[in-house]
C-alpha cells in the first residue's frame, strides 16, 4: 500500500472516529435535556393539578369523609393526558381525550415526587412520556397522577438531530478522503521528482546530475540537500578513482618503457660489451626500484584509507631526528646538512612512520636544492605542549599557486623538474603520518628562497622532571 494511500485512510479514520465519539455525545446529551424539558413540563401539570385537588378539598371533610372532590381535569388543555388513580390502584378519573381508555402504565401508589418519566408505547403504536406523582392529603397519601404527553415531538427533533449528524459526518468524511488525499498527493510529489531524477541518475551513470531543490528549508528540501551532498561526495570519489587509475597507469608505464628498451638493448646484443651490460643492468635496476617504492608508497595509502591503525610507542623524537640528519648527510651529494637546535622531546608514534615522514621532506629539500649553495637545516623546538620539527631549505621554493595542492596524491608542483626519484606520493604519506599522530604539516616557501616544511606533533610528557615546553 502507498504512502499516499496510507496516510488518507489513516486521517479518514481518525476524522471517522472523531465524528462518532463527538455525534454520540452531541445527541445523548440533546437527548438528555429534550426528556428532562419534558419530564419539568410534566411535573409542572401534575403540580397544577395536585394544587387544584388541594385548594377544592376541606383537610377536615376528607378526613371525615375518607373522601376528596377531584377538579374537572380537561381544561389544562388537550396536548396532556391526565389519571388519577386510587391507591389500591383503581383509576377514579381520566382526561376526556383519553376516551375512557387508562394508560398503558401500573396506577400503583409508591411513586415519589423525584421521579422521573417513563416511556411507554400504546396500542396505538404512539410513544407516550407518562410521569407519576403521589397525591398526598391532609398529611396522608391519597392516591397518585399520572400525566403523558406524546413523544412525537421530541423524537421528530432527534430523529432529524442524527440524519444531519448523518449527513454532515459522511460528507466531511468525503471531503476529508478526498481533500487528505490530494494533500497527501501535493506533499509526495517532490519525493516523486527525486525518485525520478535518482533513477536518471542512476541510468545516465551520470554523477553531475543534481535534483533540483524545490523547497529548500523543508524537511524534503533537506533530504535533496543530502542525496545531492551524497552524489558530490560520490562524483568526487569516483574521479578521484579515476585520477589515481590513470596517475598509476602513467607512473608505471615510464619505468616499464625504460626496461623493455633497455631489455631490446641487451638483446639486440648489448650485453656483449661490458660497460653497456652494466648500465643497462642499472637503468633497469634503479627503475625496478622505483616501480617498487611506488608500488610500496600506493600499498601504504591505500591501508591508510582502509583506516590502518598505526603502532604507537613513546618516541625519542631528538634521536630519530638525528637518525635521519646522518642519513640526510650520505644522501647529501655536496649539498650543507646542518642539525639547527635541537630539543629533548618525546611523543607517542610510530618510530619507523616518523622515520619515513622525515626522510621525505629531507629527500624533497635536497631534491629542490643545488649542490654547493645548498643548505638544508633540520631543527627540533618544544613550545607548549607541541613538538615543532621543521626542514629548511634554500632551494627553488614552491610557486604560492602550487602550494594548497602539493599535499595531494600525484601532485607534482614541477613534473620537469622534480622527476628523479619521485612519483607525488611522498607528501601524501607525510600528511597521513603526521595526521595519523594527532598532529599536522605546514609548509611556508618561497620561489627561488627556499621552503621550510614544519611537522607538528603533540608531546608526551613522561620524562621525570622535564617540563612541558619551553
Ligand atoms: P615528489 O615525489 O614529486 O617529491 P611529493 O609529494 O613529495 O612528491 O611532493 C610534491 C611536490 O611538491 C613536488 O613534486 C615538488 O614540486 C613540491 N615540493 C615538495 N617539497 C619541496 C621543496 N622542499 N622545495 C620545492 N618544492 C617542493
Same mark, same amino acid.
Given at each position: 500500500?502507498?504512502?499516499?494511500?496510507?496516510?488518507?485512510?489513516?486521517?479518514?479514520?481518525?476524522?471517522?472516529?472523531?465524528?462518532?465519539?463527538?455525534?454520540?455525545?452531541?445527541?445523548?446529551?440533546?437527548?438528555?435535556?429534550?426528556?428532562?424539558?419534558?419530564?419539568?413540563?410534566?411535573?409542572?401539570?401534575?403540580?397544577?393539578?395536585?394544587?387544584?385537588?388541594?385548594?377544592?378539598?376541606?383537610?377536615?371533610?376528607?378526613?371525615?369523609?375518607?373522601?376528596?372532590?377531584?377538579?374537572?381535569?380537561?381544561?389544562?388543555?388537550?396536548?396532556?393526558?391526565?389519571?388519577?388513580?386510587?391507591?389500591?390502584?383503581?383509576?377514579?378519573?381520566?382526561?376526556?381525550?383519553?376516551?375512557?381508555?387508562?394508560?398503558?402504565?401500573?396506577?400503583?401508589?409508591?411513586?415519589?415526587?423525584?421521579?422521573?418519566?417513563?416511556?411507554?408505547?400504546?396500542?396505538?403504536?404512539?410513544?407516550?412520556?407518562?410521569?407519576?406523582?403521589?397525591?398526598?392529603?391532609?398529611?396522608?397519601?391519597? %392516591?397518585?397522577?399520572?400525566?403523558?404527553?406524546?413523544?412525537?415531538?421530541?423524537?421528530?427533533?432527534?430523529?432529524?438531530?442524527?440524519?444531519?449528524?448523518?449527513?454532515?459526518?459522511?460528507?466531511?468524511?468525503?471531503?476529508?478522503?478526498?481533500?487528505?488525499?490530494?494533500?497527501?498527493?501535493?506533499?509526495?510529489?517532490?519525493?516523486?521528482?527525486?525518485?525520478?531524477?535518482?533513477?536518471?541518475?542512476?541510468?545516465?551513470?551520470?554523477?553531475?546530475?543534481?535534483?533540483?531543490?524545490?523547497?529548500?528549508?523543508?524537511?524534503?528540501?533537506?533530504?535533496?540537500?543530502?542525496?545531492?551532498?551524497?552524489?558530490?561526495?560520490?562524483?568526487?570519489?569516483?574521479?578521484?578513482?579515476?585520477?589515481?587509475?590513470? @596517475?598509476?597507469?602513467?607512473?608505471?608505464?615510464?619505468?616499464?618503457?625504460?626496461?623493455?628498451?633497455?631489455?631490446?638493448?641487451?638483446?639486440? %646484443?648489448?650485453?656483449?660489451?661490458?660497460?653497456?651490460?652494466?648500465?643497462?643492468?642499472?637503468?633497469?635496476? @634503479?627503475?625496478?626500484?622505483?616501480?617498487?617504492?611506488?608500488?610500496?608508497?600506493?600499498?601504504?595509502?591505500?591501508?591508510?584509507?582502509?583506516?590502518?591503525?598505526?603502532?604507537?610507542?613513546?618516541?625519542?623524537?631528538?634521536?630519530?631526528?638525528?637518525?635521519?640528519?646522518?642519513?640526510?648527510?650520505?644522501?647529501?651529494? %655536496?649539498?650543507?646538512?646542518?642539525?639547527?637546535?635541537?630539543?629533548?622531546?618525546?611523543?607517542?608514534? @610510530?618510530?619507523?612512520?616518523?622515520?619515513?615522514?622525515?626522510?621525505?621532506?629531507?629527500?624533497?629539500?635536497?631534491?629542490?636544492?643545488?649542490?654547493?649553495?645548498?643548505?638544508?637545516?633540520?631543527?627540533?623546538?618544544?613550545?607548549?605542549?607541541?613538538?615543532?620539527?621543521?626542514?629548511? @631549505?634554500?632551494?627553488?621554493?614552491?610557486?604560492?599557486?602550487?602550494?594548497?595542492?602539493?599535499?595531494?596524491?600525484?601532485?607534482?608542483?614541477?613534473?620537469?623538474?622534480?622527476?628523479?626519484?619521485?612519483?607525488?606520493?611522498?607528501?601524501?604519506?607525510?600528511?597521513?603520518?603526521?595526521?595519523?599522530?594527532? %598532529?599536522?604539516?605546514?609548509?611556508?616557501?618561497?620561489?627561488?628562497?627556499?621552503?621550510?616544511?614544519?611537522?607538528?606533533?603533540?608531546?608526551?610528557?613522561?620524562?621525570?622532571?622535564?617540563?612541558?615546553?619551553?
Amino acid at each position: 500500500m502507498s504512502i499516499r494511500t496510507r496516510l488518507t485512510l489513516w486521517y479518514t479514520g481518525l476524522l471517522a472516529v472523531s465524528l462518532l465519539v463527538f455525534g454520540l455525545l452531541v445527541y445523548s446529551a440533546l437527548s438528555r435535556i429534550l426528556m428532562t424539558a419534558m419530564d419539568e413540563r410534566l411535573a409542572a401539570q401534575a403540580q397544577a393539578v395536585i394544587d387544584q385537588i388541594e385548594a377544592e378539598n376541606d383537610p377536615v371533610a376528607i378526613v371525615v369523609s375518607g373522601r376528596a372532590k377531584l377538579p374537572p381535569i380537561d381544561v389544562f388543555g388537550s396536548q396532556f393526558y391526565i389519571q388519577i388513580a386510587q391507591l389500591n390502584g383503581q383509576v377514579v378519573q381520566l382526561s376526556d381525550n383519553l376516551r375512557g381508555q387508562p394508560l398503558p402504565v401500573s396506577p400503583a401508589g409508591g411513586v415519589s415526587s423525584r421521579q422521573r418519566g417513563v416511556t411507554v408505547n400504546t396500542n396505538q403504536g404512539v410513544q407516550l412520556r407518562v410521569l407519576s406523582r403521589p397525591i398526598v392529603l391532609a398529611s396522608r397519601l391519597a %392516591g397518585t397522577i399520572q400525566v403523558a404527553q406524546s413523544q412525537a415531538a421530541t423524537d421528530d427533533a432527534l430523529l432529524a438531530t442524527r440524519r444531519v449528524l448523518v449527513i454532515v459526518s459522511i460528507s466531511l468524511l468525503l471531503f476529508a478522503a478526498v481533500g487528505g488525499a490530494f494533500l497527501a498527493r501535493t506533499a509526495l510529489r517532490p519525493i516523486q521528482a527525486i525518485t525520478k531524477t535518482a533513477q536518471r541518475i542512476t541510468q545516465a551513470q551520470d554523477l553531475r546530475q543534481r535534483i533540483p531543490v524545490i523547497v529548500p528549508n523543508d524537511e524534503l528540501g533537506r533530504l535533496t540537500e543530502t542525496i545531492n551532498g551524497m552524489l558530490a561526495r560520490l562524483e568526487d570519489l569516483f574521479k578521484a578513482q579515476q585520477r589515481l587509475v590513470a @596517475d598509476v597507469s602513467h607512473e608505471l608505464r615510464t619505468p616499464l618503457t625504460t626496461i623493455q628498451g633497455n631489455l631490446d638493448l641487451l638483446q639486440r %646484443g648489448a650485453a656483449d660489451d661490458l660497460s653497456t651490460r652494466k648500465s643497462t643492468l642499472r637503468t633497469m635496476a @634503479d627503475e625496478t626500484a622505483r616501480m617498487r617504492r611506488l608500488v610500496n608508497d600506493l600499498l601504504l595509502l591505500a591501508q591508510t584509507d582502509a583506516g590502518l591503525k598505526l603502532h604507537q610507542q613513546p618516541v625519542e623524537l631528538d634521536t630519530l631526528l638525528l637518525e635521519v640528519y646522518r642519513q640526510a648527510q650520505v644522501m647529501a651529494q %655536496g649539498i650543507t646538512v646542518r642539525l639547527g637546535a635541537e630539543d629533548q622531546a618525546l611523543v607517542l608514534g @610510530d618510530a619507523d612512520r616518523l622515520r619515513q615522514l622525515l626522510l621525505n621532506l629531507v629527500d624533497n629539500a635536497l631534491k629542490h636544492t643545488v649542490a654547493e649553495t645548498g643548505e638544508v637545516t633540520l631543527t627540533l623546538r618544544r613550545t607548549g605542549g607541541w613538538v615543532r620539527v621543521s626542514v629548511e @631549505d634554500n632551494g627553488a621554493g614552491i610557486p604560492t599557486e602550487d602550494l594548497p595542492h602539493i599535499f595531494e596524491r600525484f601532485y607534482r608542483a614541477d613534473p620537469s623538474r622534480s622527476r628523479p626519484g619521485g612519483s607525488g606520493l611522498g607528501l601524501a604519506i607525510a600528511r597521513w603520518v603526521a595526521e595519523a599522530h594527532g %598532529g599536522r604539516i605546514e609548509v611556508e616557501s618561497q620561489v627561488g628562497k627556499g621552503s621550510i616544511f614544519t611537522l607538528w606533533l603533540p608531546e608526551l610528557v613522561t620524562r621525570p622532571g622535564q617540563p612541558a615546553g619551553e
